[in-house]
């Protein structure tokens, strides 16, 4: 069971061994991406069962460093997160989510990704602003803009959790973690799953 840390603070707890695995996941991720700064493109990561890997593919355990190997041995569950590099052009992140698709050897997949989050009347406002460029000044500008980093894990029966870290408070021990903080792109993620 995860328990509030000094990495990260959880508003939920993970009702089932496999969503627990993913929460350590997803947490491990959101840490290793805040070691490479803010202003980062969009990280997408595959998901797997260590041990389920490891028994298709022994010769993994070379690649595996050993904290990954005892956990696969004491939890089934356990997940490697492995990073897609030489993602395909896109658009936008709902263009680029929609042109990715998992082999089944995939139990879940993640991504991290920085946005703006703004108080519900100043988002209205923004989508009101037709022209792109006037609608990111209008974001860039706006005196109660917040950058988050969002990274969201979820698995194919559906299990999701996420961490989120604002820019104005980045601190592991700010990081708040759930299991639906961002509906939007859990449901997103889980399409690339179908």
Known sequence: MIEQTPAHRPISTPATP??????????????????????????????????????????????????????ARHDPQALTVI??????????????LGRIAWPESVDGAALAVERVALPPAAEREAAAIGDAEERMAFLNAHPDRQDVRMVVGVLRNGEAWCAIRSRTQDSSDRVVTGDVLVPGLIEALNATLD
């Open 18 to 71: 496999r969503q627990a695995a993913l929460a350590r996941a997803v947490v491990e991720l959101e840490e290793y991406v805040a070691r490479r700064g803010w202003d980062a493109p969009v990280g997408i990561f595959a998901l797997v069962r260590t041990a389920a890997a490891l028994a298709r593919d022994p010769a993994l355990a070379e690649a595996l460093d050993d904290m990954a190997l005892t956990d």
């Open 83 to 96: 990073e897609q590099e030489d993602l395909p052009a896109a658009a936008d992140l709902e263009d680029l």
